[in-house]
């Protein structure tokens, strides 16, 4: 890591992170903790570490040390031990984390951690502070929470692909592992609010979520489709299904986004495409959806007549929200997305200076500073396993070897 890990700035700042997780969603959820400010230090299996680093392409870096570019999207400002939890110097060297530590993140299979040892009693015994973030697929307990849970499987079942996609005979995945990403958000929120409440009463806590409801969670106003209104969501493409117009349009040279979500941004988007305001078929947001094709139609016939670019300038010109599609590589190269912080550079042991995906919160003092303006790079397998050790034997009491 070359810079001290103990001395990074940062709201979480001095807090200890044991980030036990492999895959996405641990992972992610101790990265954000990272991103704070906490010290993570991840424990990986020897020889062969996360799984992510085994998944690929692409990969980067020298023919003798391939690295995938999966696992650099979610494991920054972290340090790596390898440690074999089967064996008596993993399991010692654990104990000693876990009893130096103020966090646990742990995505295994409910009741793997309890077979190696390590259930939700015997680190509290160890340690009753500690706050244990434990992620699974489907739940720790119901008629399925010991089922293994995928992003996608969960978003199959979870009804997340059968409301995204073109249609509803075409269920579709998000393009990213959107449930995944979900559940390290929820991880992550749930430890700072057992670490608040730490604060009062001096003990941790368990904290636990699923992709099945974190997934389930973000329903939103889908959910109360059913629950409430007894109607069943469908996949509609890239149209909103309360409100119209809202959804992605061809133009005379590509696509456009725009969203109208008030009577009074009707009458100003129908006046500039010339649109009858007034016309029955389109008078209100219910008659609009409800007539959505024809409006559709409608509107792409004055689309075409000019350049994206043109009609982009000339909506956002009379306050209407519209803008672009952009891919991936457009995304990155573009001013406000750097200006926000969401491209950060670090300099990696292997790969020299890469960019990578930045944290999504930012935190300054009052005069503007950013809190935590430089990032470490995602760690290669077992760069720490020499520094860490040296650590625990620093500390006094139980943490310290032999104790």
């Not at 010290?39 to 020889?47: A, F, S």
């Not at 939700?120 to 307990?141: K, M, Q, T, W, Y």
Request: hydrophobic content about 40%; some cysteine.
């Amino acid at each position: 890591m070359g810079a001290d890990p103990t001395d990074v700035v940062g709201p979480l700042s001095g807090i200890v992170v044991v980030d036990l997780s492999r895959a996405l969603a641990g992972p992610h959820a101790a990265m954000l903790l990272g991103d704070l400010g906490a010290r993570v230090i991840k424990v990986e299996q020897p020889r062969t570490g996360d799984d992510t680093r085994s998944w690929g392409p692409p990969f980067v870096g020298p023919e003798d040390e391939r690295i995938s570019t999966y696992f650099l999207s979610c494991n920054r400002n972290k340090e790596s031990i390898e440690l074999d939890l089967k064996s008596d110097d993993g399991r010692d060297v654990l104990t000693r984390l876990v009893r130096a530590a103020d966090v646990l993140v742990e995505n295994f299979r409910p009741g793997v951690l309890d077979r190696l040892g390590f259930s939700a009693e015997r680190l509290a015994e160890l340690n009753p502070r500690l706050v244990l973030c434990s992620i699974s697929g489907f739940g720790h307990d119901g008629p399925e929470g010991g089922r293994s849970g995928y992003d996608q499987i969960a978003q199959g079942e979870a009804g997340l692909m059968s409301l995204t996609g073109p249609s509803a005979d075409q269920p579709t995945k998000v393009g990213v592992p959107i449930g995944d990403l979900l559940a390290g958000m929820n991880g992550a929120y749930g430890v700072l609010s057992a670490l608040y409440e730490r604060e009062r009463t001096g003990r941790g806590r368990v904290v636990r979520t699923s992709l099945l409801s974190s997934i389930v969670g973000v329903h939103a106003f889908q959910g109360t489709r059913w629950t409430v209104g007894g109607e069943v969501p469908k996949a509609i493409g890239n149209h909103h299904p309360s409100i119209a117009p809202y959804g992605a349009y061809a133009c005379a040279d590509g696509m456009l986004q725009v969203a109208v979500a008030s009577q009074g941004q009707w009458a100003k988007f129908a006046g500039l495409l010339g649109i009858d305001a007034e016309d029955p078929r389109f008078a209100d947001n219910a008659a609009r959806v409800t007539n959505r094709p024809a409006l559709n139609q409608v509107i792409e016939s004055v689309l075409a007549t000019a350049s994206r670019d043109t009609w982009l300038e000339r909506i956002d010109g009379i306050g209407i929200p519209c803008g672009a599609i952009r891919t991936i590589d457009q995304v990155y190269e573009w001013d406000q997305v750097r200006s926000q912080g969401l491209v950060v550079g670090v300099d990696h042991p292997v790969l020299g200076r890469v960019e990578l995906p930045g944290p999504a919160v930012r935190f300054s003092d009052p005069d503007g500073a950013e809190t935590r303006p430089d990032h470490r790079p995602p760690p290669r397998l077992g760069e720490h396993n020499d520094s860490v050790r040296a650590w625990l034997d620093t500390l006094g009491g139980e943490a310290a070897a032999g104790a």
